[in-house]
């Protein structure tokens, strides 16, 4: 009976912070909480904020972006990174326009094989860094340039732009009664996928794992490689995808399109509390980023800012990613270390 009485007052102890000041605390709802600040105070300031075809333009800026940040996710989770996703971009929209102005085949089937030279593309990435066991820093950088060189030859300084109306109208299409483009619905149903990818099977476990300890996991049974190797796969097909949707959105194919997006899906899903080290981070938090980041580039966009200054702001928000989790981590231990512990005898005499 003693033993009861000292065990079931330590088991109700306030061991750490109700669940409410968790989730104030976490890094998910201050991005969130950023997000509505920038809102009000942008529509409060800027004019034309508020109105409906700027959030047009927002949600258009960002799906592509949100696309490639969903497996990038995945992929810094375990601890990796993929530079090459914008390059890829452009070469997937140069090789769709050069078939299309050839007249090889039917749109349908060129969006198909446009996918397919996606997953190629990653599997090169894959193969590089799980076969030869090469950085995948130093692989994406030169796969980067690669890709981009490519994309050149195919197109050259040419622009494919006589696409049917019906294709590029429909791709930025609203949905019936609302502003937002029907792609946002593609968006969500592969947000729902990734997001039951990584929380609620034994898949995002071992990713996790992965990004905490690749050695630990491969003795736990994890296939590290194979697991890698398909994630690159992955963010190949779905840069692909954001190819497809870049070209119908502009009508354009060019060598250069989406050129320096990879650095706005890094700042994304960095901002959104991923760990460039691996092994923490979700998807919300990287989605709440993309929408932030959104609003916020075109708010300055409206009140005249300069491009280079919107560069600055990305990088130091960047860089912003990388400190501020950690900042938001110290301060939660700083705190926790000062909560004086009792014991479960203290707690019963009380």
């Known amino acids: 009976m003693a033993t009861d009485t000292l065990v079931k007052p330590a088991r109700t102890g306030s061991a750490g912070p109700p669940g409410w000041r968790r989730l104030l605390g976490s890094w998910d709802a201050i991005l ?149 483009p029907w792609f946002v619905l593609v968006l969500a149903a592969l947000a729902v996928v990734f997001g039951v990818v990584l929380y609620l099977t034994p898949i995002g476990r071992s990713l996790y794992a992965i990004g905490n300890n690749a050695e630990a996991s491969t003795f736990a049974g994890i296939s590290v490689l194979r697991t890698k190797f398909w994630l690159f796969v992955a963010t190949g097909a779905m840069a692909a995808l954001a190819g497809v949707f870049w070209t119908f959105r502009f009508a354009s194919a060019r060598a250069d399109n989406a050129t320096g997006l990879e650095l706005a899906v890094v700042a994304a899903v960095l901002l959104g509390g991923v760990s460039i080290f691996g092994g923490r981070g979700g998807l919300v938090g990287v989605l709440a980023a993309v929408a932030l980041l959104g609003v916020l580039r075109n708010a300055l966009q409206l009140a005249d800012v300069p491009a280079n200054a919107l560069t600055i702001v990305t990088g130091t928000l960047l860089i912003l990613s990388v400190v501020g989790p950690n900042l938001v981590r110290m301060a939660r231990e700083r705190l926790r270390r000062r909560r004086p512990v009792t014991t479960p005898l203290e707690r019963t005499s009380s």
């Open 32 to 180: 969130i909480l950023a997000l509505l600040l920038v809102v009000l105070v942008a529509t409060a300031t800027i004019e034309g904020v508020g109105s409906p075809r700027f959030y047009r333009f927002v949600v258009l800026e960002a799906i592509p972006i949100a696309l490639i940040a969903l497996p990038m996710t995945l992929v810094i989770i375990t601890g990796e990174i993929d530079l090459s996703v914008a390059s890829t971009v452009g070469l997937t929209c140069s090789v769709l326009g050069q078939l299309w102005y050839l007249g090889v085949t039917s749109l349908p089937v060129l969006i198909v094989l446009s996918l397919l030279l996606g997953a190629v593309l990653g599997a090169v990435n894959g193969v590089f860094i799980t076969v030869f066991g090469l950085p995948s820093l130093a692989v994406t950088i030169g796969t980067l340039a690669l890709y981009r060189g490519l994309a050149y030859v195919v197109l050259g300084d040419r622009a494919i732009a006589d696409y049917p109306p019906a294709w590029t109208q429909n791709a930025v299409a609203p949905i019936p009664g609302t502003v937002i």
